[in-house]
């Protein structure tokens, strides 16, 4: 059973950096289609970034040339850099397990981790 549990985030100030990690168990993350979302009291949990198997990456635009996402097989993690922050980053953020890949056939999956805040002040 695939399950994740997110780290790094906190305080930070505008401007700085923050790394986000998702530390999976109960399956090679080289197996996984992942991505982040945040979610901010009282609104919809958006999509922030993703990543696929074959290391393609997407981004929301808002995020777009700060964030980068990144998977560490030998770690077995997800990895959310996260550059020049703004106070409109500031949420929970969530990693998601969206899909696993086996040898011959890929079956979707709806794993969340419990979220890790950030807060950015100006």
């Known amino acids: 059973q695939v399950q994740l549990l997110e780290s790094g985030g906190g305080p930070v100030q505008a401007g700085g950096s923050l790394t986000l990690s998702c530390q999976v168990t109960g399956s090679s993350v080289s197996r996984l289609d992942m991505s982040w979302y945040r979610q901010v009291p009282g609104k919809e949990r958006e999509f922030v970034s993703g990543?696929?198997?074959?290391?393609?990456?997407t981004y929301a635009d808002s995020v777009q040339g700060r964030f980068y996402i990144s998977q560490d097989n030998a770690k077995n993690t997800l990895t959310l850099r996260m550059n020049s922050l703004k106070p409109e980053d500031s949420a929970t953020y969530f990693c998601?397990?969206?899909?696993?890949?086996?040898?011959?056939?890929?079956?979707?999956?709806?794993?969340w981790g419990q979220g890790t805040p950030v807060t950015v002040s100006d």
């Open positions: 990543i696929d198997t074959d290391d393609t990456t």
């Open positions: 998601k397990a969206y899909r696993i890949h086996t040898a011959h056939s890929s079956a979707p999956l709806d794993v």
